[in-house]
């Protein structure tokens, strides 16, 4: 529906106003109380979660750490199996993750009438995001999938498969763009951030260092007030 903003007359104005303000209180409030309703029911939950009542759960099969914000109406869906949601996390709005996908593989049997064999988890491996992890607006993730510590999913990006740490990864489907820094810088990032055991291994990182890194920043430009002549 489409409403026309006229200009309310001298009465009126005032009226619209405080009808207005009763109708955002009011919301706010509802908002507040099924948002504390609703984080009751996920599967585990840290402190500091923020989440949207307007957002779409399977709140039982879904597990969220700490500081964990998951935007603006999400829809988080995994019936047979787990979404696992680490520390630190931070979701765009409408974010969308699904834990499972449907069998298109039998002859003869509408896809919708398709049946999961009890026990087959092929079809539903869930879907599980690191600490410190960023996700784009719109961002679509789908089972099977990983998302490693630190990595950044661009926002639109259809994520089928994992991500490695600190990776930033985009498109549809996505792919890994870069780390967000060099190796060595990930390593003092994790001294700063993890206790010894917590940190990522000498294994997890030699697989990061076949792939693309940041280009360094170039040194700044200054120019000499005397000659005119730039310097680095």
């Not at 979660?49 to 750490?65: A, L, N, R």
């Not at 069998?103 to 049946?115: F, K, S």
């Not at 940190?199 to 000659?227: G, H, W």
Request: glycine fraction near 10%; proline fraction near 7%.
């Amino acid at each position: 529906m489409r409403v026309a903003a006229g200009r309310p007359g001298a009465l009126l104005g005032p009226v619209i106003g405080a009808l207005d303000r009763l109708l955002r209180t009011t919301s706010r409030a509802r908002r507040a109380v099924r948002g504390l309703a609703l984080a009751r029911r996920f599967a585990a939950r840290g402190d500091n979660f923020t989440v949207d009542p307007d957002g779409v759960y399977t709140c039982e099969t879904i597990e969220v750490g700490h500081n964990v914000d998951l935007g603006w109406r999400p829809v988080l869906m995994a019936a047979r199996s787990r979404i696992r949601i680490g520390d630190n996390v931070m979701f765009g709005p409408e974010v969308t993750i699904r834990g499972g996908n449907h069998r298109i593989d039998q002859v003869g049997v509408p896809m919708i009438a398709v049946d999961k064999v009890p026990g087959d988890d092929t079809q539903d491996r869930g879907v599980s995001i690191g600490d410190d992890v960023w996700v784009g607006t719109r961002a679509v993730i789908l089972h099977g999938v990983t998302i490693g510590r630190g990595a950044v999913i661009g926002a639109g990006a259809v994520v089928t498969r994992s991500v490695p740490p600190y990776a930033v990864a985009a498109g549809n489907p996505a792919r890994v763009i870069r780390l967000r820094w060099p190796v060595a810088t990930i390593q003092a990032h994790e001294r700063q951030l993890y206790p010894v055991d917590r940190r990522l291994s000498t294994t997890e990182l030699a697989a990061l260092a076949d792939l693309p890194t940041p280009a360094p920043n170039p040194a700044p430009v200054t120019k000499s007030l005397t000659t005119g002549v730039q310097a680095r």
